[in-house]
């Protein structure tokens, strides 16, 4: 039943905010408070270590425990170890959801408005171009969703990962 499936989606997602939410723990706009307000660069760079540490600490460890259940969480919800995968997916997805904002909060703080659009519209493009390529081409279905979004995110963290502080002289 193909609504039935794409029914899935719709379970999962909402799912995944939630759990997004609670494991960010508001810090994004606690970053953006303080953050914003410094003056001194090294007070600044203690203020993002400790906000990513904190953020990074919870989100892995929350992470890898859904992970490890993702089965059981499956059978819960949807009576079916079928869904094991695309929820393993799905929250991994997460840790990248809960710890991205905080690279794309300084670039907005520090004026690289330019360079916050060419990430986030590249990442839109790659999810929808994966999307396409994974639902038409390789006819991989509903997983197809969520591995084109863990992908996307997945690049994103990665490209700011060589300097965390990317914003501060570029």
């Known amino acids: 039943c193909v609504g039935c499936v794409w029914g899935v989606v719709g379970l999962i997602e909402p799912m995944v905010q939630i759990i ?3 494991l960010s723990l508001g810090l994004n706009s606690a970053f953006m408070r303080w953050y914003a ?18 953020l990074f600490l919870n989100a892995a460890l929350w992470v890898f425990s859904l992970v490890i259940f993702a089965e059981k969480i499956a059978l819960f919800l949807f009576s079916s170890h ?31 408005a330019i360079r916050f659009s060419i990430v986030r519209i ?6 929808l171009l994966l999307n396409i390529y994974f639902i038409v081409y390789l006819e991989w279905g509903l ?6 979004q863990l992908i ?18 570029t």
């Not at 410094?38 to 600044?44: D, F, G, L, S």
């Not at 094991?84 to 520090?110: D, G, H, K, M, Y």
């Not at 996307?152 to 002289?169: E, M, V």
């Open 143 to 148: 997983i197809s969703i969520f591995l084109s």
């Open 20 to 22: 997004f939410t609670l």
């Open 82 to 112: 079928d869904f094991e995968l695309i929820l393993q997916v799905a929250f991994i997805n997460i840790f990248f959801l809960v710890v991205n904002p905080i690279i794309f909060s300084t670039l907005r703080i520090e004026h690289k």
């Open 37 to 54: 307000i410094e003056n001194n660069a090294e007070t600044k760079g203690i203020i993002f270590f400790n906000i990513n540490f904190v």
């Open 152 to 169: 996307s995110q997945a690049l994103a963290f990665i490209y700011f990962t060589p300097n965390p502080k990317h914003t501060q002289h």
């Open 122 to 127: 590249s990442q839109f493009a790659l999810n």
